[in-house]
């Protein structure tokens, strides 16, 4: 029996060598962890055969040792592996063609410095560039352009009430005082642009720390390509006999 199996390795031996350069159009191969494939183009190339994958039209490489079969389209068996009483266990060796898969589309991340100093590799954006990178993420787009509403309330009113203090102040100093006929000192300057002043400036604090908090959030959400979050927002409340902020949630 082991003479048998010998010479019928030699024989398909000799036959693979005869076979080197010819190429089998069309067939059918079987490897021996059971997988079965179409192929085209097959040829033997030293101890390996190369084929074309006729479902996937990719490119194969396996060594013998690994098939179990190969029958071209018209039913010939062109290859058989030999049973021997023993097999040694191995592992297949495959060889493919490599498919150029197209990676996604990467999103670099920018620096927030401040609200007016925001960085992408280093470089300094304008607020048009800046827009147009956030043009691609509605929610980090609305979060920037709500920021930078708000904060320009936050300056202005900040700008408004110190405007208003020194204003006030300098008023009042400038003003001399009254002595009324009973001799008694009556100021003539007012507080009321001094407490307008405080008052204003006051409120700019929470408008100018929600503006840069929401273009903060605009910057993370565009580098880490989140598209939403659940966030309180300030909100200017403006009318034509009142004016003031709201808080949203």
């Not at 048998?4 to 962890?33: E, H, M, R, W, Y």
């Not at 003003?175 to 307008?196: F, R, W």
């Not at 204003?200 to 720390?209: E, M, N």
Request: with cysteine.
């Amino acid at each position: 029996m082991k003479n048998i199996i010998l010479v019928s390795i030699f024989l398909l031996s000799c036959f693979i060598v005869t076979a080197q350069d010819s190429k089998i159009p069309k067939g059918n191969i079987t490897l021996i962890t059971g997988q079965n494939m179409e192929f085209t183009d097959l040829k033997f190339i030293d101890d390996k055969v190369k084929f074309t994958n006729l479902d996937t039209k990719s490119d194969f490489e396996y060594f013998l040792t690994a098939v179990k079969t190969i029958i071209d389209e018209n039913g010939v068996i062109i290859y058989q592996k030999a049973q021997a009483k023993e097999e040694p266990k191995f592992t297949p060796q495959i060889s493919v063609a490599p498919e150029h898969t197209p990676s996604p589309p990467l999103v670099e991340a920018l620096q927030f410095k401040n609200i007016e100093n925001i960085r992408k590799n280093g470089k300094k954006l304008t607020p048009e560039e800046i827009r147009t990178l956030l043009a691609q993420n509605a929610y980090a787009l609305d979060a920037y352009n709500r920021g930078k509403k708000t904060a320009w309330w936050g300056n202005f009113t900040l700008g408004f009430g110190i405007g208003m203090f020194v204003g006030g102040a300098i008023i009042n100093l400038s003003s001399s005082d009254e002595v009324d006929q009973d001799g008694n000192v009556k100021a003539k300057g007012s507080p009321a642009p001094l407490v307008i002043g405080i008052a204003s400036a006051l409120i700019s604090i929470p408008l100018k720390v929600s503006g840069r908090k929401n273009v903060k959030e605009a910057i993370s959400a565009y580098s880490e390509n989140r598209t939403y979050a659940f966030k309180p927002e300030w909100r200017v409340v403006a009318g034509m006999s009142q004016a003031g902020i709201a808080l949203r949630f």
